[in-house]
């Protein structure tokens, strides 16, 4: 009779084979094991007597797991910190512009809908800060301006504030807010226009056009096309003109001898007709005579670009700037040249060292101003007191000692 196998029992000879296939692997392990952890001996000498130490391949095999196990355990806390910060900084990101998209658009809708006071007083502060910057360029701004170059609007506005306030109780604020804006922005084009007619009359004086001044320095100017206009006030338009006349008055008056070339008050020859100092009998001139000791400073007069620098008969060494519509200043028996063919100087900018080089009997800068290659007399220039509209050009145009 057959015997039969029980229901669910694996057959004899699967496990037997199971056996075989564990005690080969076991086998095979061990081997590897030996090959890679064979047993090792140590001997130590302590106190005259030998000691023998000896670590089996199991116990090395164990320190080696050992090992394995805690290097594993540490590059898994590294990454796992490592992507949680990612995850970290990605909703950081995700926050900052849900914050910029809900501070742009619908707090401050919200903002307007539920509080237009709330609204006027951030506009109010504002405003304070504008006025505050913009005197803080120019300089305050006087109460006394004249009022014909520019419309009055103060009865208007007036007017206006009350209606809204009448129709629209919460808007009163913005309209109050809007009659500021407006009349400061007519006090500032009256501003403009006086430092503007300042400017031009203090060109006037030494002889030249304020037009041709402005025109030259804008044939040196571009840029894209950025138009200004549509619904914008046109007081506010008017305001952009006067600005930009104002700005351009003081940029030609930068270029305009009024800065002292050295720092010295004793002229010691003036402009004209002079009993010349070396052979005696009349003689021409064209400029001042500022005596002081030789390696001594030599400042540009006013902003331009360098346009010679060398030696010129009569003159020994020599620098010329050229500040547009014609005008050119000479500075002449330098000991030392310090500026460069081409360069761009600004009033009080160091170009050279007082000497006595060319037709000269002792150290002194010869300094002149020629408009058209004609001499003219430099006192004009350095003594009139040209209005400066903003206080970093003011810094700059005074130089070493500003006439």
Same mark, same amino acid.
């Given at each position: 009779m057959t015997a039969r196998t029980r229901p669910g029992a694996a057959p004899e000879g699967a496990v037997a084979r199971l056996m075989d296939r564990y005690a080969q692997a076991r086998t095979y392990l061990a081997a590897r094991l030996t090959r890679w952890f064979p047993t090792r001996e140590f001997f130590m000498r302590s106190e005259g007597h030998v000691r023998f130490v000896r670590i089996s391949t199991r116990v090395q095999a164990a320190i080696a797991g050992g090992i394995a196990a805690l290097v594993l355990v540490w590059v898994g806390v590294l990454g796992w910190a490592l992507v949680g910060q990612m995850a970290s900084g990605a909703d950081h990101h995700a926050l900052l512009e849900r914050e910029a998209a809900v501070a742009g658009a619908e707090s401050r809708v919200a903002r307007y809908r539920a509080n237009l006071d709330a609204v006027a007083g951030d506009l109010k502060r504002r405003q304070d800060f504008l006025e505050k910057a913009v005197q803080g360029v120019i300089g305050p701004i006087p109460d006394s301006l004249p009022k014909g170059t520019v419309s009055d609007s103060s009865g208007a506005t007036a007017r206006t504030v009350r209606k809204i306030s009448q129709a629209m109780p919460e808007a009163t604020g913005l309209a109050r807010i809007e009659a500021r804006q407006i009349a400061f922005a007519e006090r500032l084009t009256r501003f403009a226009d006086d430092r503007a007619n300042a400017a031009s009359g203090a060109i006037r004086k030494v002889g030249l056009n304020p037009q041709s001044v402005v025109a030259d320095d804008a044939r040196a100017q571009g840029g894209p096309l950025i138009r200004i206009g549509g619904n914008l006030d046109p007081r506010f338009l008017r305001l952009a003109a006067s600005l930009g006349r104002m700005s351009?008055?003081?940029?030609?008056?930068? !270029?305009?001898?009024? $800065?002292?070339? =050295?720092?010295?008050?004793? &002229?010691?020859?003036?402009? /004209?007709?002079?009993?010349? @100092?070396?052979?005696?009998?009349?003689?021409?001139?064209?400029?001042?005579?500022?005596?002081?000791?030789?390696?001594?400073?030599?400042?540009?007069?006013?902003?331009?670009?360098?346009?010679?620098?060398?030696?010129?008969?009569?003159?020994?060494?020599?620098?010329?700037?050229?500040?547009? !519509?014609?005008?050119? $200043?000479?500075? =002449?028996?330098?000991?030392? &040249?310090?500026?460069?063919? /081409?360069?761009?100087?600004? @009033?009080?900018?160091?170009?050279?060292?007082?000497?006595?080089?060319?037709?000269?009997?002792?150290?002194?800068?010869?300094?002149?101003?020629?408009?058209?290659?004609?001499?003219?007399?430099?006192?004009?220039?350095?003594?009139?007191?040209?209005?400066h509209v903003f206080p970093e050009n003011h810094e700059a145009g005074k130089g070493p000692d500003h006439g």
């Amino acid at each position: 009779m057959t015997a039969r196998t029980r229901p669910g029992a694996a057959p004899e000879g699967a496990v037997a084979r199971l056996m075989d296939r564990y005690a080969q692997a076991r086998t095979y392990l061990a081997a590897r094991l030996t090959r890679w952890f064979p047993t090792r001996e140590f001997f130590m000498r302590s106190e005259g007597h030998v000691r023998f130490v000896r670590i089996s391949t199991r116990v090395q095999a164990a320190i080696a797991g050992g090992i394995a196990a805690l290097v594993l355990v540490w590059v898994g806390v590294l990454g796992w910190a490592l992507v949680g910060q990612m995850a970290s900084g990605a909703d950081h990101h995700a926050l900052l512009e849900r914050e910029a998209a809900v501070a742009g658009a619908e707090s401050r809708v919200a903002r307007y809908r539920a509080n237009l006071d709330a609204v006027a007083g951030d506009l109010k502060r504002r405003q304070d800060f504008l006025e505050k910057a913009v005197q803080g360029v120019i300089g305050p701004i006087p109460d006394s301006l004249p009022k014909g170059t520019v419309s009055d609007s103060s009865g208007a506005t007036a007017r206006t504030v009350r209606k809204i306030s009448q129709a629209m109780p919460e808007a009163t604020g913005l309209a109050r807010i809007e009659a500021r804006q407006i009349a400061f922005a007519e006090r500032l084009t009256r501003f403009a226009d006086d430092r503007a007619n300042a400017a031009s009359g203090a060109i006037r004086k030494v002889g030249l056009n304020p037009q041709s001044v402005v025109a030259d320095d804008a044939r040196a100017q571009g840029g894209p096309l950025i138009r200004i206009g549509g619904n914008l006030d046109p007081r506010f338009l008017r305001l952009a003109a006067s600005l930009g006349r104002m700005s351009a008055m003081n940029t030609g008056l930068a !270029h305009i001898p009024n $800065t002292m070339p =050295a720092s010295f008050d004793t &002229i010691s020859s003036g402009f /004209g007709v002079r009993s010349d @100092p070396i052979e005696g009998g009349a003689a021409f001139h064209p400029g001042l005579d500022f005596k002081g000791p030789k390696g001594a400073p030599i400042f540009a007069a006013a902003a331009g670009a360098v346009s010679f620098t060398g030696v010129r008969q009569g003159y020994g060494n020599c620098v010329e700037i050229s500040h547009g !519509h014609g005008l050119i $200043t000479r500075y =002449a028996h330098m000991s030392r &040249i310090m500026a460069r063919m /081409g360069q761009q100087v600004t @009033p009080g900018t160091q170009i050279g060292a007082i000497g006595s080089t060319g037709r000269s009997t002792g150290p002194h800068l010869h300094f002149e101003v020629r408009v058209n290659d004609r001499p003219v007399n430099p006192r004009p220039f350095l003594e009139a007191p040209f209005p400066h509209v903003f206080p970093e050009n003011h810094e700059a145009g005074k130089g070493p000692d500003h006439g």
